[in-house]
T-cell receptor, first 114, second 113 residues
Framework: EAGVAQSPRYKIIEKRQSVAFWCNPI?????LYWYQQILGQGPKLLIQ????????DSQLPKDRFSAERLKGVDSTLKIQPAKLEDSAVYLC????????????FGPGTRLTVL | DQQVKQNSPSLSVQEGRISILNCDYT??????FLWYKKYPAEGPTFLIS?????DKNEDGRFTVFLNKSAKHLSLHIVPSQPGDSAVYFC????????????FGGGTRVLVKP
């Protein structure tokens, strides 16, 4: 079974630029999560999708971050415009169902904002 | 407001000995707890979990203990192996929130041969 795929693996941009990350979850997994992991900290949930609907985006900075999961499979996370404090690893995870099901993580995208 | 805390940022242990990782939480709504392991340049990998109805769960060399009254859990690795060198994250979730995980800051474990 293929794991969670993410691209790009690394991205360097200047502040005020825009950036987008892509995630392809494990086949058949209905729930998809985006996390932000700042250096030295644990992952922080940004947004959770159930199929193509948002179930939790309470920690997503909606003034600059957006995410979508069209057709309930792949997802993209966008930052527009980026700030220095957005430098982090962005992790995508998926699980078969919402309720206490194991979340499987992708390798992440390391974003550096200069 | 850190609801899940791992107060030891790092731990060094000799191969073959026991590694003990600790985690404290403050939110009494948390009732499901997990440990994830992370190697550099990889995503976290699920290791072991425990529900609040239990106080111990064992899987091979890994055992998680939960003390609900103290809001404390620990992960024991026995015996420790060099391949266990990684960052370990504690995570917690209230079942009512549909698998919404809150992570601790992580503990870096180094197992010396």
């Amino acid at each position: 079974e293929a794991g969670v795929a993410q691209s790009p693996r690394y991205k360097i941009i200047e502040k005020r630029q825009s950036v987008a990350f892509w995630c392809n979850p494990i086949s058949g997994h209905a729930t998809l999560y985006w996390y932000q992991q700042i250096l030295g900290q644990g992952p922080k949930l940004l947004i959770q999708f159930q199929n193509n609907g948002v179930v939790d985006d309470s920690q997503l900075p909606k003034d600059r971050f957006s995410a979508e999961r069209l057709k309930g499979v792949d997802s993209t996370l966008k930052i527009q415009p980026a700030k220095l404090e957005d430098s982090a690893v962005y992790l995508c995870a998926s699980s078969r169902h919402r309720e206490t099901d194991t979340q499987y993580f992708g390798p992440g995208t390391r974003l550096t904002v200069l | 407001d850190q609801q899940v805390k791992q107060n030891s940022p790092s731990l060094s242990v000799q191969e073959g000995r026991i590694s003990i990782l600790n985690c404290d939480y403050t939110n009494s709504m948390f009732d499901y707890f997990l440990w994830y392991k992370k190697y550099p340049a990889e995503g976290p990998t699920f290791l072991i979990s425990i529900s609040s109805i239990k106080d111990k769960n064992e899987d091979g060399r890994f055992t998680v203990f939960l003390n609900k009254s103290a809001k404390h859990l620990s992960l024991h690795i026995v015996p420790s192996q060099p391949g266990d060198s990684a960052v370990y994250f504690c995570a917690a979730s209230p079942k009512t929130a549909g698998n919404k995980l809150t992570f601790g800051g992580g503990t870096r474990v180094l197992v010396k041969p």
